[in-house]
């Protein structure tokens, strides 16, 4: 499977780009950046560091986008995932003292992102999936520039929006379409081959702590040390009440690989930009259509999701247990 991902790490994008990298039938044909958990800048730096750790060959395209949303200021998540995004790395040290995980020392080839996702979306039109894990601002943009060359894509999977419940953000809105609501207004409603993969579903995905130290202890490899030391701030400070890691990004990269792992519905979702309390919001017509006549869907709205098959993927790819 082709994938182009469109990211901000972020605690749970970076267990995303783990999966994909540790799954044989992914062919990762580019990554792209964007403003969100944490500064486009530092999401860039945060890739690199994932990659560094997991990607044995020669790194995919990568493409620097957006620094801000279309139309607000940038509202980071640093109290989820710590201020440099990924649980605060340089505190871990190796055996001499040294950082265990250093910063990149040599600048890499950076591509804009908008090219380089219109690029990617020509060359491999419908075989390419579009998994986006952070606020839609690059999205946005590339309809902007070249609607046409993006809608020859085969999927594009979104992990935003929360349908049948509460927000993440606020009451209402969950964090990526609370970033940027315009933009996700833009793609949700763009005609793009949109799969929602929203709260109602990533709430129901939670790891525990004691399970994935179990998992990590028998798994004994750079990666594994690099998931123990990054998730540490995320299960002190995400849990929210619901025991563990919610997997927001992981399921999302899951349901691009296997689709069956959740329940689609069809729906016409709209995103509330104009709301004080609401922003972010998304709005889902799910009335039957035996009553009033409903908007034509725009959308397949993941709403349920077999939870226990996509944990046991994820653990058994991820940090497999040594032989």
Do not use: W
């Amino acid at each position: 499977m082709r994938l182009l991902i469109d990211t901000d790490p972020g605690i749970d994008d970076a267990l995303a780009l783990l999966l994909a990298l540790a799954s044989p039938d992914a062919s990762i044909e580019a990554i792209t950046t964007v403003a969100g958990n944490v500064s486009v800048e530092q999401a860039t730096t945060n890739l690199v560091r994932v990659l560094s750790v997991a990607c044995p060959g020669p790194f995919p395209p990568i493409g620097r986008g957006a620094a801000a949303p279309l139309a607000r200021p940038l509202i980071t998540a640093g109290d989820i995932h710590g201020d440099d995004g990924l649980g605060n790395l340089d505190r871990f040290l190796g055996h001499a003292g040294q950082p265990r995980y250093p910063r990149p020392s040599a600048p890499l080839e950076m591509r804009d992102a908008t090219e380089l996702i219109l690029e990617t979306s020509r060359r491999f039109g419908q075989e390419l999936i579009v998994v986006a894990l952070g606020p839609l601002t690059n999205l946005a943009l590339a309809l902007g520039r070249d609607r046409q060359a993006l809608s020859q894509v085969g999927r594009v999977v979104v992990m935003g929006g929360a349908v049948a419940v509460p927000g993440n953000t606020t009451a209402a809105a969950e964090f990526n379409f609370y970033v940027d609501p315009e933009a996700a207004a833009a793609v949700v409603d763009s005609g793009l081959p949109i799969e929602l993969i929203p709260l109602d579903v990533t709430h129901q995905t939670v790891v525990k702590q004691t399970v994935l130290a179990d998992r990590l202890a028998r798994s004994p490899s750079p990666v594994a040390q690099f998931v123990a030391d990054f998730t540490v701030h995320g299960f002190a400070s995400e849990s929210g009440g619901l025991g563990g890691l919610v997997m927001h990004d992981p399921l999302a990269m899951g349901v691009a690989l296997d689709p069956s792992l959740v329940g689609f519905e069809p729906h016409h979702v709209v995103v509330e930009c104009q709301g004080q309390t609401t922003r972010g919001m998304s709005v889902a017509d799910r009335r039957p259509a035996s009553g009033r006549r409903p908007l034509r869907p725009n959308c397949r709205v993941a709403m349920s999701v077999d939870a226990a098959r996509f944990i046991d993927t994820f653990l058994d790819r991820v940090c497999p247990a040594s032989r």
